[in-house]
Nanobody, 122 residues
Framework: VQLQASGGGLVPPGDSLRLSCALS????????IAWFRQAPGKERDWVSC???????HYSDSVKGRFTISRDNARDTVYLQMNDLRPEDTAVYYC?????????????????WGQGTLVTVSS
């Protein structure tokens, strides 16, 4: 399983970005996917996830601003991030797990991609 995260960049506060996580080597249909982030000097935090039944969950810090979605035909999961704030600055990682039907915030994700850096600054 390989995951490729992309879409990060430098944006001013209030702006938007869309991150992508492309999977290869497996059929996305059966997988749960999560996004995590790690800010400088801090621990990695869970951000959002989507399971194989399209059930989605968000951390309180991003609820109402971020939207996770999946395109099984393209084996890609997206994280639409709106109204970005300086505290959203972090390296964002996507992770995948074959326990796709599980409650995705609690899954110990098996497969991880490299991160993509999001910087929110004026």
């Amino acid at each position: 399983v390989q995951l490729q995260a992309s879409g990060g960049g430098l944006v001013p506060p209030g702006d938007s970005l869309r991150l992508s996580c492309a999977l290869s080597g497996v059929n996305l249909d059966y997988y749960a996917i999560a996004w995590f982030r790690q800010a400088p000097g801090k621990e990695r935090d869970w951000v959002s996830c989507i399971n194989s039944a399209d059930s989605t969950h968000y951390s309180d810090s991003v609820k109402g601003r971020f939207t996770i979605s999946r395109d099984n035909a393209r084996d890609t999961v997206y994280l639409q991030m709106n109204d970005l704030r300086p505290e959203d600055t972090a390296v964002y990682y996507c992770a995948a797990d074959p326990r796709g039907g599980s409650y995705c915030p609690y899954i110990p994700y098996e497969h991880w991609g490299q991160g993509t850096l999001v910087t929110v600054s004026s």
